[in-house]
RNA sequence: GCGCCCGUAGCUCAGCAGGAUAGAGCAUCAGAUUCCUAAUCUGGGGGCCGUGGGUUCGAAUCCCGCCGGGCGCGCCA
């Protein structure tokens, strides 16, 4: 039976189901070479249909030209000669559903013990590489609860992509090209006038206000003196431009680090540009007629006074469905952001076999031209895919938190970190589906409730721990025995149950990745942590149901057994979430 | 005007590459502490899944139109 490399419950049966589907084929009951690929084997949404159904029969009466109940007779009768299966029954138009044996499920129990922390990655991935390009935020400042989301979102994709067979690089682009760094430095400058004596008073319009450019400041003053007073900024302008960014590039990186976030690889749009590569890529999409000279409509909706008409080179994406086509350089001469973005994602596809950005939702209207840019670019060879995450709006006290980056007055993610912790950031950032907005209210994700997903999750795992340590108080000692030796034919159907929801992580692992939806691993975990929940008060009124009974150490030991695979698995799923468990709450 | 996202219970949201009687939490009502954290649990009431078509054995899910809401829209980043 279970043999060669481990496999959970329902890989196992799936491969039974093909098998019993082979057997058919050879008796003349299916033809050859059907697409078995709408086929599913899943739970049923009613646990009162079985443990796992299949819509084989159904789907495959098209094919093989009989009826689904015929064909459902037939699966059923191979199925049900199963040691795993206990029952079979044909439902509705043509379900096939399983119930399986409680010892099949007592068997899937050994398996998560056995596997660990592997339960639930898979190879799906095939070891191909993705590269995920995440938070990318300006280097012009620290990191703000804007840019929070998106950073969470993408490492727990990256987290969960890596787990699910691909090799990953997690990407950050750098945006130290563009105007906002000329001001930057300039920012910087004043703070360097500042730090040598000079009275700087308000910081001007137009100039970054924040204080955390001061030491910055200070450090240019230590090193060069009054050298870059006066005189003329060309003098000091490149200067202070890379020195500032490197020190925002610090800034950033803490603050990251803050929430347990390591990018692999920091790419410069200046090396980008200083390498030529944007050139290169203009070149080739001239040959192919997707950039030519050309003049811009002038903007729909509100009209813009200073509007005029200039040549420029444009990208064709009106090819691709996008509204006109874009400028890659502008009327100075100088790239565009897109410009050097593309050949940006140009040089990032030539060393992984798919892409994915994580973009803020403000920056939607790019998306398309992007996209046509790079299937271009990659002659389509490459998977480019590009999430947006919505806007989190801020509550306290139910009130929305006022932003204004103007006057430097803007939450930082450091800031939020340190109230409220790391893993409630993280596990509350992954609570909604990425494309819905979502509110974050200060009171509500330190609550103590189970309206609290972070706490109520980490409740359920702390809860689990717990049960060891009181089982060993009263005398068994859980950690010291030999699990293997544990008879499991104390657990019954009731408690087998945590283990039917536990079993389908693998598998919910694999959507998810395959979706790129990491939040559906948070409510994977809330619908467990509430199974277990429930579990552990049917104690309440059945003392035989508690999980530590001193005077029953047998079965009190299968009750741990199980305890500690539920406590495994949630452990599994908070790992991929970046969320540290808890084993215990004050 | 155009593009993207969204419309599911009173509120906040899930709904797993279409599946069987649509789910959870909050709120509300009724219950459960001789036990491992009651920081929890059990049960009730509450829905034309925005709307009209289409695809098929089967649609909240896929396609098209409409209605309603959010966001974005210049050579910015």
């Given amino acids: 039976m279970r043999q060669g490399k481990p496999m959970t419950i329902y890989a196992e049966m799936a491969a039974h189901l093909n098998a019993a589907l082979d057997a058919l084929e050879k008796g003349g009951v299916l033809p050859a070479g059907l697409d078995r690929g709408p086929i599913t084997l899943e739970p049923p949404r009613d646990a009162s249909h079985g443990d796992m159904a299949t819509n084989a029969a159904m789907v495959l009466t098209k094919g093989a030209g009989k009826p689904p109940r015929v064909l459902a007779e037939a699966l059923a009768a191979e199925l049900g000669a199963l040691d795993a299966v206990r029952w079979v029954d044909i439902a509705g138009p043509g379900f096939i559903n399983l119930t399986l044996s409680d ?38 400042g620290p990191m703000h609860m804007g840019h929070c989301r998106g950073a969470v979102v993408g490492d727990a994709l990256a987290q969960m992509l890596e787990y699910s067979g691909h090799r990953v690089v997690r990407e950050y682009y750098v945006n130290d090209a563009g105007g906002q760094v000329d001001v930057l430095a300039r920012s910087v400058h004043l703070r360097y006038c500042e730090a040598l004596g000079a009275n700087v008073g308000e910081i001007p319009e137009g100039l970054y206000p924040g204080d955390y450019l001061v030491p910055v400041g200070q450090a240019l003053a230590a090193e060069f003196g009054d050298r870059f007073v006066s005189g003329d900024d060309g003098a000091w302008l490149a200067l202070f431009r890379t020195r500032a960014v490197a020190a925002m590039l610090d800034l950033i990186r803490a603050d990251l680090a803050l929430l347990g976030i390591h990018h692999d690889l920091f790419t410069s749009e200046a090396a980008i540009q200083a390498d030529g590569l944007p050139a290169a890529a203009e070149i080739w999409l001239r040959a192919h007629d997707l950039v030519y000279d050309g003049v811009l409509e002038a903007p729909k909706g509100e009209v813009a006074e200073d509007w005029e008409p200039v040549e420029l080179p444009l990208f064709r994406s009106s090819q691709f469905g996008d509204d006109q086509d874009r400028p890659i350089k502008k009327s100075d001469g100088s790239w565009t952001y897109f410009g050097a973005d593309l050949a940006y994602h140009h040089e990032k596809a030539k060393r992984a076999d798919a892409l994915i950005d994580i973009w803020g939702a403000d920056h939607a209207g790019t998306v398309k031209r992007i996209k046509a840019a790079v299937a271009a670019l990659t002659g389509g060879k490459t998977g480019f895919d590009v ?151 049917l104690g309440n009124d059945d003392p035989s149901r508690r999980v530590v009974q001193a005077e029953n150490a047998e079965r009190t030991m299968a009750k741990l057994f199980l305890t500690s695979a539920i406590g495994q698995i949630l452990r599994n799923g908070l790992h991929l979430m970046g969320v540290e468990p808890v084993d215990e709450m004050r």
């Avoid at 657990?491 to 389908?504: E, K, W, Y």
Wanted: glycine residues 6%.
């Fill in 387 to 537: 999430k947006l995450v919505q806007m989190v709006r801020l509550l306290r006290d139910g009130e929305p938190v006022k932003m204004s980056k103007r006057s430097g007055n803007f939450v930082t993610l450091a800031d939020v970190v340190r109230e409220v912790g790391k893993d409630v950031v993280r596990f509350t950032m992954l609570t909604r589906k990425a494309d819905a907005q979502m509110d974050f209210d200060f009171a509500r994700v330190v609550e103590a409730t189970k309206d609290n997903p972070v706490f109520y999750v980490n409740y359920a795992h702390a809860r689990a721990a717990s049960m060891a340590r009181r089982a060993a108080e009263a005398g068994v000692d859980y950690a010291a025995a030999d699990h293997d030796a544990i008879d499991l034919s104390h657990l019954d159907t009731v408690d087998l149950g945590l283990a039917r929801i536990a079993a389908t992580f693998p598998r919910m692992v694999e959507s998810a990745a395959t979706a790129r939806e990491p939040h559906r691993i948070a409510f994977y975990l809330n619908d467990l942590a509430a199974a277990f929940h429930g579990w552990y008060n």
């Fill in 103 to 140: 010892d099949a499920w007592r068997g899937e129990l050994r398996q998560i013990q056995a596997l660990g922390d592997d339960y639930g990655r898979s190879n799906i991935g095939g070891g191909t590489t993705v590269n995920v390009e995440y938070v990318s935020a300006n280097p012009t």
